[in-house]
C-alpha cells in the first residue's frame, strides 16, 4: 500500500494576541507547530502500513521552515517526507493548495490512500481533504473515526454525522480526513528524532508537479481576502449584580421572573 | 467557474440554498439558511431557490415556500439515500452548469463540509467556510463573506469576484430562520440523478444514531454553561443539577472539556457548536472570542464570575460577580421557593 499525509505548519493560535492599536494579531514570537489533526493522520498511516506493509509518505506546502513539520513526521513514522514550497505557490486558498497537493499526488504516482485531518486550525475550513478528492477525481471519506477494515483493495471507515456515525465502505484510491478520536498518537523515539534530523528532504517546485501556473499562489485562488478587522464589539454593557449570594441569587430570580423567562 | 467578461456576469442570478438531510429529514438550518439568502436575494432582485436531494424527501419540500424559498429543485431517488459525496457533488455540479445561480450557501455541517468543497472544485469556484455574516456589496453586488479567522481572534471578509457562483458554508444556528408565512407558495422543478452523475460511488453498510457523539444543544431553551472556574467534575455535577431544576442543558467551554471534566459533545464556541438560546448561563467562563462566538447571538446571557471584568461580563446582559460555588446553590434554592 502507499499512503500519503498531508500535513500542515500552522501558527499556535491559542497564543495569538491583538495588538490593541492595530487590532491585528500578534506574530512575533508565536510559535509555529504542526496542525494538532494531522498528528492523527500521520499515526494512522504508520499504523496501516505496519499491519499491510507498503510505505507512508508525508507531504506538505508551505514555506521552507515548514520543513519541520515533515521532520516532525518523520520521526513519527513515515518512510518519507517532500515539501511543496516556491514564491509561486503563496497566498494559495483552499481550492490552489488541494490542487497542489493533487498534483503532488499524483506525481508520486499509485497512491491508494491519502488521509489529511480533519481542518487545520488556522483556518479551520475543512476543504482541502474533498478538495484534493475532487482534483484527483477520488472517493472520499470525512470525519472519519475510525478505520474498520482494509481489504481488496477496499477501505470500510466509521464516518461521524451530526446524529451519530455511519459505516461506509470505498475502493482505493481513496482520501480520508480523520477526527482525533481515531487513534492515540505514539512519542516518538530519540533515535528516530535523531534520524528525522539527518533526513534529507526534497523541495518541490509547480514545475515539478507539473502545476498549472495559472491555478496556484494568489492569482489561481478563486477567494480573496479584502479586509480584516477585530472581531464584532460587545453588545451591551451588562446590569451587574452585587452583594452577598443569597442577594445575588434573589436578584437574578427576580429579573428572571420579570422577564418571563422562568 | 471563471468569469472573463461582463456579459459573463450577468449570465448568474438567484441565491441558491442546499438543504440540509439527515436521514432523509430536512434539517432546520436548512429554514436558516433560507433565511440568509432571502435577505441577500431580495437586494439583488432576485429570487432564492432550494436544491433539495435525498430519499423518499419530496413530501418535505413544502415547508422551504413559507420560509422564504420561491423555487425548489428535487431531486428524489433512492440512490441518494444516506450520503454519497462523490454522487451528490456530481449531481450538484451539473445542476448549478444548467441553471446558473450566482450564489450557493450549504450547511457547514458534516455533510455539507464535506459536499461543499468537492462541487467548489468541480465547478471552479471560491468556497468560504463557517461565514459568521453575509452581505451584498453594493457597488459591484459580489457576496462578501464574513468569518472569524485565527482562531476567532480576527474577522476577515473574502470575496470571489471573478469566479461564478459565489459559495459559502454557513454554520447551524449562526444565521435566523424567517417567521414562516403558511400562505407563500413556489414552484417545484424535478430533476433526476444521470448516469454521467454515478462516476464513483461508496457503500453505505450502516448508520448509527447515538446521543453520545452530540449533545444537541441548540434543541434546548437555556443552557447552563461551565469553565475553567467550575473547577472539576464535581463543578459540572452542579450545573446538571441545575439545569435539571431550569429544564436546560449543559454547556461547557474548551478549558473545562481539555481538562476531561465534560466530554467535547458539550462544547460551545468555535471548535464546538453554534448555540442560539433564549438563555445563557455562563459560569466560571472568562470569555474568550473562541468561546464568545459560539454563544453571543443567545437571546439573554448571564454570567456569573469573581473577576468583574472578563470579556463575558462585559458582554452579559446581566453580570454577577462572585462565587459561583456559592452563588449557584442560593439561585436554585431560592427558584425552590417558586
Ligand atoms: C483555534 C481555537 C479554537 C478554540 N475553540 C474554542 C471553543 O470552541 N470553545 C471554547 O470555549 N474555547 C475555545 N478556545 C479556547 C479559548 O481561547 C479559551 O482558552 C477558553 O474558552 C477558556 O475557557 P474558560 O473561560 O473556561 O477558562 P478561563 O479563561 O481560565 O476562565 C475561567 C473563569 O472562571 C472564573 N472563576 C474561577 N473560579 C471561579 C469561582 N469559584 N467562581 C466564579 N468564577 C470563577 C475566572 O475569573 C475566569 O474568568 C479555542 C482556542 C483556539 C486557539
Ligand atoms: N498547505 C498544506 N500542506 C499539506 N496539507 C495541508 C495543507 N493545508 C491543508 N492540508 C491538509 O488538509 C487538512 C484540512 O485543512 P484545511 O482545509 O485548511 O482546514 C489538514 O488537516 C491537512 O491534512
Redo the contacts between chains.
Sequence with gaps: MKIVVCIKQVPATNEAKIDPETKRIIREGLNSILNPFDTYAIEEGVRIREKFGGEVIAISMGPEKAIEVLREALSLGVDKAILLSDKEFAGSDTWATSYALAKAIEKIGDVDLVICGKQAIDGDTAQVGPGIAAHLGWVQATYVMKVEDIQDGSIKVRRMREDGYDICEMNFPAVITVLKDINTPRIPSLKRRLAARQAQIPVWKPADIGADTDKIGLDGSPTRVVKTAPPPAKKNVAKRIEGTPKECAEALVRELRMRSII | MILTSVTDRSKYSNVWVVAEF??DKI?PVTYELVGAARKLADKRSSKVWVVAMGSGISQQVGSLFAYGADKVIVVDDSRLS??I??LE?DVLARLIGKYNPEIVLYAA???G??????????T???????CTGLDIDPENGDL?QTR????????????????RPQMATVRPRVMRALEPDPDRTGEVIHETVEMSDM????????????DE??VNLGDAE?IISGGRGMKGPEGFELLRKFAAK?GGAVGASRAAVDAGWIPYSHQVG??GQTVQT??YIACGISGQ?QH??GM?SCD?I??IDKN?DT?M???????????VF??I???M???SK?
Design positions: 439527515l436521514s434539517q444516506g450520503f459525496d462523490e457533488a455541517t458534516a455533510r463540509r464535506a459536499l461543499a468543497p468537492r462541487v467548489a472544485v468541480i471552479n469556484c471560491g468556497l468560504t467556510a463557517d462578501l472569524p479567522a485565527f482562531g476567532g481572534n480576527i474577522m476577515a471578509t473574502i470575496r470571489s469576484s471573478n469566479h462516476l464513483k460511488i461508496k457503500r453505505i453498510i450502516d448508520v448509527f444514531h447515538s457523539t452530540t437555556i431550569v468555535q471548535t433564549k438563555v472570542i464568545l462566538v453571543q439573554f448571564i454570567a468583574p470579556p461580563m462585559q458582554l452579559a446582559d446581566i453580570a454577577i460577580v462572585g462565587d456559592e452563588i446553590p442560593e439561585i434554592n431560592e427558584l417558586m
